[in-house]
């Protein structure tokens, strides 16, 4: 996948990874960037082209595909944590709406824009993820549990749309400093190096990215003796 002349359609481009993404495009050549975001004022980048998109929205993500019909690279990168449990009075509402935005949303939008991408020689489709698709914390149990499901989602398309040449690549990284982790603990990626490695990555071929040092180290603990999805993320 090449970003030079490339048309791409970010989700969530209105901030963090996605106004990120949507820069980077830019300044790589993409000859075309639709910034997706529910609310299209709240996109203030100069050079990108704005679009109304709710991701939980199944007639707006049809809607922007019969709009975008140029596009060769999707960014799935809208997503929400609630920070919630599993056993907490408000769970279910929680898990519900995660599972909208970070799953239902990218399958939705790759259903759509699958043969927008065919016609145009398969193109590329990226999937943003999380370390947490691996492990599990009380902080962000069912917000874990969403990205597991949309890693296994982002497996199973991989095979599913190799037929027509699309490229699939799962983005994991732990924290970022963006809005969403602007609590948490600990080291934070930034997003301007997470989205370089991931362009870098796409034009390479590559179908996954370890973008920082503690995902590159749970994802190795996955086969460890204990597994690292065993306990808590730094041992506790």
Request: aromatic share 6%; proline share 4%; hydrophobic share 45%.
């Amino acid at each position: 996948m090449k970003i030079q002349d490339s048309v791409a359609l970010v989700t969530g481009a209105n901030r963090g990874l996605g106004l990120a993404f949507s820069k980077a495009l830019l300044a790589g050549g993409a000859r075309k960037v639709y910034a997706a975001a529910r609310d299209p004022a709240s996109v203030t980048l100069p050079g990108v082209v704005p679009i109304a998109l709710d991701v939980t929205d199944a007639e707006q993500v049809a809607a922007a595909a019969r709009e975008c019909g140029d596009v060769t690279l999707l960014v799935n990168n809208a997503g929400i944590s609630r920070s919630s449990g599993f056993l907490g009075e408000r769970t279910l509402e929680a898990l519900r709406a995660e599972l909208d935005t970070n799953f239902y949303g990218p399958l939705l939008t790759t259903r759509a824009f699958a043969p927008v991408l065919a016609r145009h020689g398969g193109g590329a489709i990226v999937n943003v993820l999380s370390a947490l698709s691996w492990v599990n914390m009380p902080a962000f149990g069912t917000y874990s549990a969403t990205k597991s499901a949309a890693w296994s989602m982002t497996n199973g398309l991989r095979h599913e749309l190799r037929g027509q040449g699309t490229q699939v690549l799962g983005l994991h990284v732990a924290f970022m400093d963006t809005d969403m982790a602007r609590g948490a603990q600990g080291p934070k990626a930034h997003p301007d190096d997470v989205v370089a490695q991931v362009l870098a990555a796409l034009e390479a071929g590559g179908e996954e990215v370890l973008a920082d040092g503690i995902t590159r180290q749970l994802k190795q603990g996955l086969a460890a003796q204990p597994g690292v999805y065993l306990s808590l993320p730094g041992g506790a």
